[in-house]
């Protein structure tokens, strides 16, 4: 895939190019929520990639019901992209397709080994995440090892201007298959932050029981975001400004109808 690094004209010929936009230097793409049979195994699988669990929650017996897990930027995990894993309460199983993949930063893989790198030694595959989903050694600039989350959808053209003109993003690398997009880097965040990945799918999407949402935190006033949003995608909101976890948080849909959480700093 591209590297998602130079930013392109938009799908609809304009661009996103607004330094106005007040999220785009306030916000962060936080984490990502999947429901899983096992976290113990979910999360044993990014510990071997030197992840860290910086936050969980045990059984009695030790297992663990969730966990959060960081592969940070080689410094640190503060305000890195994170997988929150939860245990699903659900029956079945069910991946779906709506997660096309998780993209790894190839300088993890060769953070010891810059001259391999140079010399343009191939990455080790990723090996088999164990609830199906694809994990690929993604080329990226120094920054969070996470370097990207794909999600498969039908509406290139208005999720482009969804993420970009409501919650502010920036569209890195836009064309007829692909847009990529993130935010700029905040809090002093060590190089480039997580890149969010919409590739066109022709096939009918099925989101199934895993990835669940995506969490967005911002230092901006979440009843004022409420405010803004209303006005011009009120059909999308689908939690008011509640008080959760010690933060103020909303919940919205993007054309793609994936959800997505806004919450305080």
Known sequence: PRACNSFLYAVDGSTSEDESH??????RLS??????????????????????????????????QSAFVALGNGETTNNCFALELVET??????????????????????????????????????????????????????GDYFCRICLKSQKLVETNDFYTSVLGMD??????NMVCLRYNATNGMKGVPTTIVFERSADEIDQGNCFDHLVIVTSL?????????????????YLTPTEMFGKI??????????????ASE
């Open 22 to 27: 007040i999220m785009r230097d306030t916000s």
């Open 31 to 64: 984490h990502a929520m999947l429901k899983v049979p096992s976290v113990d195994r979910s999360a044993a699988y990014w510990t071997e990639k030197m992840g860290s669990i910086i936050m969980s929650k045990s059984r009695e017996d030790g297992s663990l």
């Open 89 to 142: 309460k659900s029956k079945s199983f069910r991946l779906g397709n709506s997660l096309s993949y998780i993209g790894v930063s190839m300088l993890l893989q060769f953070q010891d080994n810059l001259l391999g790198a140079l010399s343009g030694e191939k990455p080790e595959g990723q090996g088999d995440e164990p609830n199906g989903i694809s994990v690929r050694s993604s080329a990226s600039a120094p």
């Open 171 to 176: 569209a890195k690398a836009v064309d007829a």
């Open 221 to 237: 006033d979440i009843n004022e975001q409420y405010k803004r949003i209303k006005k011009t995608h009120e059909a999308a909101i």
């Open 249 to 262: 948080v909303m919940g919205i849909e993007d054309p793609n109808q994936y959800k997505i959480i806004l």
